[in-house]
C-alpha cells in the first residue's frame, strides 16, 4: 500500500488539537469493546458529516487514515489520521472535507488514491476484485464531478455483460490510464501498446458502437 504523504493532505492554520478530544471523538461511533468503529458506527459518522458511505468523499477519508478493511476504521487509524488532518471534533472534520475532496483535483493525488481503492475493495485473500464492487468503486472515482470520465457508463456496461468475473491489480492499474490518456473517440488508442485484453476488447466493441472499422 502507498501512505498518503502528508505533502498532499489540505494545509490549514496551525491548529492546537487535543488528543484527548479525538480519543471522545472515536469513542462516539465505535463498538462496544472501543478497538474500531464499524457498520453501525460508519452509518451514523456519514449521517453526522452528511455524506453518502459510498461517497468519494470517505474514499478519501479511508486513503487518509490509511484504513486496511471497509466501512471499519480502527482506533489506531482514526487518531493518527485525524492527528495529519489536524481535526480532533465533529465540526473539524466536517469543515475539513471540502479539502479532501479537491484533492482528486490533482492528478498525481487521484492515482494514489485510485492504486489504494484496489487494496481497500479487494477481498482478502483474492487478487482480484469481485466484478460488482470494481463497477461500484470505478463509479465512485470516475463519476465525481472533478474527475467525470465521458466513458463511465458505457465502460460500466461492457463490464456488466463480458466474461471476466474480476478485475486483477494490472487490469485496474490500466483503466486510470486509459480513462487519462484516451480519448471517447479512441482516436489515438494503439492496439499494439501494453493494453490488457479486456481494455482491447472494450475499444473493439465501442468502435463498433462507433461505425469505426476494426483495427
Not at 7 to 22: G, V, W
Not at 188 to 211: C, H, K, M, N, Q
Amino acid at each position: 500500500r502507498e501512505e498518503p504523504s502528508s505533502d498532499y493532505l489540505p494545509k490549514r492554520a496551525r491548529l492546537t488539537t487535543d488528543s484527548q478530544k479525538r480519543v471522545a471523538f472515536f469513542n462516539d461511533y465505535s463498538d462496544l469493546d472501543g478497538s474500531k468503529i464499524s457498520s453501525v458506527g460508519m452509518e451514523r459518522l456519514c449521517a453526522d458529516l452528511r455524506l453518502h458511505p459510498s461517497s468519494a468523499v470517505m474514499l478519501i477519508l479511508a486513503w487518509v487514515l490509511e484504513a486496511k478493511e471497509m466501512c471499519v476504521f480502527t482506533r489506531s487509524e482514526w487518531l493518527s489520521g485525524l492527528a495529519k488532518l489536524q481535526c480532533d471534533d465533529l465540526h473539524s472534520l466536517r469543515q475539513c472535507l471540502p479539502n479532501l475532496e479537491g484533492l482528486l483535483k490533482q492528478k498525481s493525488v487521484l492515482a494514489k488514491i485510485y492504486r489504494y481503492a484496489f487494496d481497500f475493495t479487494c477481498d482478502p485473500g483474492q487478487r482480484s476484485i469481485e466484478m460488482d464492487s470494481a463497477i461500484e468503486m470505478l463509479t465512485i472515482i470516475f463519476g465525481h464531478r472533478y474527475v467525470s470520465w465521458p466513458l463511465l457508463e458505457s465502460f460500466a456496461a461492457f463490464l456488466k455483460r463480458c466474461s471476466y468475473r474480476g478485475i486483477n491489480r494490472d487490469q485496474w492499474y490500466n483503466i486510470l490510464d486509459f480513462a487519462d490518456n484516451i480519448p471517447a473517440d479512441m482516436a489515438s488508442y494503439d492496439e499494439s501498446g501494453a493494453w490488457p485484453v479486456l481494455i482491447d476488447e472494450f475499444v473493439a466493441e465501442r468502435r463498433t458502437e462507433l461505425g469505426l472499422p476494426p483495427f
